[in-house]
């Protein structure tokens, strides 16, 4: 059967019971126990007992209004792995007054007989409003939440370091966390600026797509024996690793307004 805990913000269980098969010739109703009991009961369960990671998230991860998306800055830099330092890219910027008027591109003019392509641009708001997370993996420790290693962490343990630059992610020594893939800066009229930063490609399935299983384990068996890497390939759809943060600027806010 599935064990299903219930436990309110202080961790507290409200409600821990084990479901198990369909009762026979009952339809809706399930064979229920209380761990540590041996009494089991026919209840009618009618809930959803999917263990599918995106049935119980809100997978919709910016929930960004695209119309108040103001301002996108695409900075299309690299990151040396040895050194761990930034490979300048090409930064360009886009922004507009309001929903009603056209992109515009920051910085050096447009060349002759060129304009901006309105559908792209509409295409590339509309998706940064429906980045849909499907994965999620834990935050390695010694970085704050603006991604930035704090004092005791440079760069946090080998560990760490190892987890995140296998999946495009690299703490310099001055503190920062580089993406390989570069960043995507959005800025909305409510103030909200949010940084977008790109790493590896990941392809996977089920629980190792949702949460990293056996990631650690196929590293190690990778590291002992290098036959084994490419013993079996991933399967599954391509996603991508992402770090995102998310500030206030209060000059958005007011410029809004007028």
Do not use: C
Request: hydrophobic letters at 35%; aromatic letters at 6%.
């Amino acid at each position: 059967g599935k064990r299903v805990t219930l436990k309110d913000a202080s961790e507290k269980v409200l409600a821990d019971f084990i479901i198990g098969k369909e009762v026979k010739d009952r339809p809706g109703q399930r064979y229920v126990r209380v761990p540590g009991k041996n009494r089991t009961y026919g209840v009618n369960v009618n809930v959803d007992l999917s263990t599918r990671f995106a049935d119980w998230i809100e997978t919709n991860l910016l929930k960004v209004d695209t119309s108040k998306v103001r301002k996108v800055v695409f900075d299309n830099h690299k990151v040396d792995p040895d050194r761990r330092r930034l490979i300048p890219g090409e930064v360009l910027t886009i922004e507009r007054k309001d929903a009603s008027t056209p992109w515009t591109l920051l910085g050096d003019p447009i060349p002759a007989g060129k304009e901006l392509d309105t559908e792209k641009l509409l295409g590339l708001v509309t998706a940064l409003g429906d980045v849909k997370i499907v994965g999620v993996r834990p935050k390695p420790e010694g970085l704050t939440r603006e991604l930035k290693a704090t004092g005791e962490a440079k760069p946090t343990t080998r560990t760490a370091l190892a987890s995140l630059m296998s999946k495009g992610f690299y703490p310099t020594e001055d503190g920062r966390v580089l993406s390989n893939e570069g960043d995507i800066i959005v800025s909305t009229e409510d103030g909200a600026v949010y940084t977008l930063r790109f790493g590896e490609v990941s392809i996977a399935t089920g629980s190792a797509l949702s949460a990293g299983v056996d990631e650690t384990q196929a590293k190690t068996e990778s590291a002992k024996d290098p036959a084994k890497k490419d013993e079996k390939k991933p399967d599954g759809p391509e996603s991508r690793y992402l770090m995102v943060t998310i500030a206030f600027d209060p000059k958005l806010k007011i410029a809004a307004s007028f």
